[in-house]
């Protein structure tokens, strides 16, 4: 069956195109996991990426490939990056920063965002040109970040916003999900506080 004509141009170049989705998807998995600390999840990742690439690269270097199976090999590379970014997306794993500097009122925007369960620091701040600005920090799970972003962007259309991601917390009010299996662990001091 494998050298069949329909087996060698059909079966074999859709399998790696698939296997290459699936090992491009665990890389950019892997990268992400390798970057929050989570040493374990990363090792078998990469493991399971490179046991696929390494079967996929036996295929291609065999005596029956052509230029057919080198396009797969690519376009599999390719949809893995777009597939990798969207499943890394939709888990939003870890924790990020929201800062938020304005010249206008913040009074409404945290009294919503406390009413939600979210918690933010205010500073007050004077900005180059001369205007008072406030500033406000909070940092929560990615998760929630599009619903402060909407929350903000009602209270305060022309604030000035940046997210980063965190890597290390210690201390603070931050409600960390306990009841996850899948929680990610914030090296080194990733615990609730007080």
Known sequence: MTDSAW????????????????????????ILFVVRGARRIAA??????????????????????????YVAYAAGFAAGNAVGITIETRLALGLQ????????PTQSLEKDMLAQGFGATR???MGLRGGAMTILFSTLSRRK???????IEQHLPKAFISVEDVKTIREGQLPLREDSAFRMRLQPFGRKGK
Do not use: C, K, Y
Request: charged content about 10%; glycine content about 6%.
């Open 7 to 30: 087996f060698i141009w059909v079966v074999l170049p859709l399998l790696i195109f698939l296997a290459r989705i699936t090992d491009v998807s665990l890389g950019t998995m892997r």
């Open 145 to 151: 970040i599009p619903v402060v972003m909407r929350l």
């Open 97 to 104: 920063t929201i800062r938020v500097i304005t010249s206008e």
């Open 44 to 69: 078998l990742l990469g493991f399971t990426e490179v046991f696929i690439w390494v079967v996929v690269i036996n295929q291609i270097m065999g005596d029956h490939t052509g230029m057919f199976h």
């Open 123 to 125: 500073m007050s701040a």
